[in-house]
C-alpha cells in the first residue's frame, strides 16, 4: 500500500541554522500538509498546499517558514533560522484531491533545536 | 475548552476491558476523525464519522456524534495490550484546505 514517506527520521540542528524537511506524498495526491508537535502537546496544523500554492496557513507559519514542492515528488518544509522552539515532531501529509475527508500522514521528522 | 478537547487525559485498564475517550469540539465541522499515535511514531487513521452520521463501526472500535453536543466519543471493546497509544480526535472544518485541528489526545495503558 502507498506511503507517505519522511526524511531524516531526525534532524538534529544549531539554533539559527536554516533545515530542510523532506516528504513524498502518495503518488496520485494533489493536496499537501505539513503539521507540527511538540513534544507532549496537540498536533497543530501549519500549511496546506494545492496547485503549488499555499491553499490555508496558520499563525505558526510566519515568514521563517516556506514550502515548496520542487519536482513531481517531492514536498519540502524549510526552516530559515530555527529558534530552539522550533524543537517538535513535524508531519507531512496528503490526500487526493476527490477524497476531502482522508489525509495520509508520513511517519515524522524529529526536529531537535540546540 | 480548544476545539477537539479529549477526556480523559490518560487512561489505563486491564487487557479486555472496554476503553472510552471523549472529544468536544466548538465550531461546527464537516466531520470528526481518530487517530492512534503510538509513542514518538506517525498517526494512524482510525475512523471516520460525519456531521450527518450518529453512530459508525469498525471492528473493535465505535464511534458516536452528537452535533448538539459537540462531542464524540470512541469506544474500543476487548482492549489488547496491542492498544497501548496515544489517541487523538481531529475536527474538519470545510475550507479551502480541509485542514485538521486536533485534540490533546488520550493516552490509553492497557495492561496485559
Known amino acids: 500500500e502507498p506511503e507517505v514517506t519522511q526524511t531524516p527520521s531526525h534532524q538534529v540542528t544549531q539554533m539559527g541554522q536554516e533545515v530542510i524537511l523532506r516528504c513524498v506524498p502518495i503518488s496520485n495526491h494533489l493536496y499537501f500538509y505539513w503539521y507540527r508537535q511538540i513534544l507532549g502537546q496537540k498536533v497543530e496544523f501549519l500549511v496546506s498546499f494545492y496547485n503549488n500554492e499555499i491553499s490555508e496557513k496558520s499563525e505558526i507559519f510566519d515568514d521563517q517558514f516556506s514550502v515548496e514542492r520542487p519536482d513531481g515528488s517531492n514536498f519540502t518544509l524549510k526552516i530559515r533560522s530555527t529558534k530552539l522552539e522550533d524543537s517538535a515532531m513535524y508531519f507531512c501529509a496528503s490526500r487526493r484531491l476527490a477524497d476531502t475527508d482522508t489525509q495520509y500522514f508520513g511517519p515524522g521528522t524529529r526536529l531537535t533545536v540546540l | 475548552s480548544q476545539q477537539g478537547e479529549e477526556d480523559p487525559q490518560a487512561l489505563s485498564i486491564q487487557e479486555g476491558e472496554n476503553a472510552t475517550m471523549n472529544c468536544s469540539y466548538k465550531t461546527s465541522i464537516n466531520n470528526l476523525q481518530w487517530y492512534r499515535q503510538n509513542s514518538g511514531r506517525g498517526l494512524v487513521h482510525l475512523i471516520l464519522i460525519r456531521s450527518n452520521e450518529r453512530e459508525k463501526h469498525s471492528g473493535r472500535l465505535r464511534v458516536t456524534l452528537d452535533t448538539s453536543k459537540k462531542s464524540s466519543s470512541l469506544l474500543i471493546t476487548a482492549s489488547r495490550a496491542a492498544d497501548t497509544a496515544s489517541y487523538f480526535c481531529?475536527?474538519?472544518?470545510?475550507?479551502?484546505?480541509?485542514?485538521?485541528?486536533f485534540g490533546g489526545g488520550t493516552r490509553l495503558m492497557v495492561k496485559p
Open positions: 481531529a475536527t474538519d472544518r470545510y475550507n479551502a484546505g480541509n485542514m485538521l485541528t
